[in-house]
Each structure stands twice: as C-alpha cells, then as structure tokens.
C-alpha cells in the first residue's frame, strides 16, 4: 500500500511538471504601487486585460520601495510603480529586464480647510514647504519608502530642508499607505502629500481640500517592468511581457485614459512619452 501511494504521488507530480502551460494557472504576480490600487485602476484595466489575454492579474499592493524590493527577491513577475531614478536602478542592477513609461498624473499637497499655513493656491511647491516649516503647521509624511514618500523627500531636499532627519513635532512618520496617510491629516488637521489619483479616489474628504497643485516639480511619471527570467527562472516571462505589451498597446493606453471618477481623470497615458491621441 505503502509502494502504491508513493507511486501515484510520482505520477501525479509528473503529469503536473508536464502539463502545457495553457493547462496550469494562467496568471501572473503583478507587484505595484498603493495608488494603482487604491485609485481603482486595476479593478478598471484588469478585467480588460483578462477578456484580451485570458491571464489573471494577483496585485501585490505596497509602497514603491517594497513592490521593488519583492521583485528583486523573484516574488513577482512584474513591477508597477513610481519612482523612475530607483526603477532605472532596478534595471541597471539586473533586476528588471527593460522599464517603460506608462501613465503620468501628478502630485497634490493636501492641507486643511483653515489652512493654518496660509498656502492654500500657490503654484509653488517648495515656497509651500519652507512656509509649512516655518509656521511649524503639522504634517504627515507615509514614511514607507513609497514612491510618494520618496517624491516628498526629495521635494524637501529640494526646498533646503530635512525633517524627516530632525524630526520636529510638527513632522509625522506614520510608516503606511495614502489612505492611512490621508485619514490621519483629516484626525491631525495636517499637510500631506498625495497622489492626485488615490486623492480623487479617496472618500473622506470633509476636512481636507487641495492646497497646493500645478507645479512642474509634482510631475508623477509611472512605469513598468518585467523581472529578470534569468535571474528568476520562475517569472513568468511570456504572460508578464503580454500585460506590458498590453498596458502600453493603444487598447491598453485608451483604457487607462478612460477611467474616471466624477468625470475626473485619474491618470494619463504616455507609452513613448508621448500622451496617446484616441482613435476617432
């Protein structure tokens, strides 16, 4: 009896190794940014997707830095994120097979109704941060090696500053994703800054409002990547290359441009970059 089980279990894992890839789980691991989750994107495209290519798409949702980092370990076939300087990293490092641009939208400093810092319609970011310093008016940072967080940090550098090192009071780490983020502004009437994507998505917005929006400094520029097959014999390269081929083709493209909510766009195509013109 002992032979017979040990034998159907050889037989049973054979019959599994050779079976066409068509017959096992046609779908792909999909490691991305908070915000193209959050924002509900991927509940719009995916769907499409599928009907296209019959694969599936699993997302892992995290910050930037940690969708990266789960590339670099093989747990993904292929990455979605925002932070183009750690992604062209990425690729360098033999990580990623090729990065290509996607979508853009942009970034928005979200602030209180009262705007205790008085900044509320200025064009300007970095003037908006040094003042926010200055007035000591609080302030929620994700802390989550996002590529939020990473957009922040350097827009401080930029401005001649570094909280995040000297930790005032009012500078708040809380180490979690844009919605946390948000709620938290709305629970400490404080700054923060945001994705416009997941800030249209989001939906307490009673106490907060956008302040500060319109510089080129908050340009938002996603991209996506294959991981290394080579490094990674288990990525899945074929079907992970048919969801970017997909994503930057001009179905793809086109539906990306066409979600919105409340007649807002949420991101913007511009695979090449160059923003798609819709047929017709």
């Known amino acids: 009896m002992r032979w017979f089980r040990l034998a159907a279990t050889a037989l049973a894992t054979s019959m599994s190794v050779s079976l066409p890839a068509a ?23 995916l769907p499409l997707f599928k009907a296209n290519s019959g694969i599936e798409v699993k997302v892992v949702a995290q910050g930037t830095g940690q969708a990266l980092d789960t590339g670099r370990r093989g747990d993904a076939d292929v990455v979605f994120v925002h932070a183009k300087p750690q992604e062209e990293k990425f690729v360098a490092d033999g990580f990623g097979v090729q990065r290509y641009d996607v979508m853009y939208n942009d970034f928005v400093l979200i602030g209180p109704k009262e705007d205790p810092a008085k ?19 609080a302030f929620v940072s994700r802390g989550d090696k996002s590529g939020t967080h990473a957009a922040e940090l350097a827009l401080w550098r930029a ?11 009012w500078y708040r780490e809380i180490g979690q994703g844009m919605g946390a983020a948000l709620n938290t502004a709305t629970a400490m009437q404080a700054y923060v800054l945001a994705d416009r994507g997941t800030w249209i998505s989001f939906k307490n917005k009673a106490a907060l409002e956008i302040a500060v929006e319109g510089d080129k400094a908050l ?21 992970g290359q048919a969801f970017i081929d997909w994503t930057t083709s001009a179905e793809g493209q086109n539906a990306i441009s066409d979600y ?17 013109k819709k047929a017709g």
């Open 159 to 169: 401005a001649g500053l570094s909280p995040q090192d000297k930790k005032p009071g």
């Open 260 to 276: 919105k909510i409340d007649g807002q766009q949420l991101f913007f195509p511009n695979f090449e970059g160059k923003e798609l």
């Open 119 to 137: 900044i509320k319609d200025s064009k300007d970011i970095l003037a908006a941060l040094k003042t926010i310093n200055a007035s000591g008016a």
């Open 23 to 45: 017959a096992q789980d046609k779908s792909i691991i999909v490691a991305s940014t908070t915000s193209t989750e959050d924002s509900g994107l991927f509940g719009h495209i």
């Open 219 to 239: 340009f938002n520029q996603y991209g996506i990547m294959l991981v290394n097959p080579a490094k990674f014999p288990s990525v899945k390269k074929v079907w």
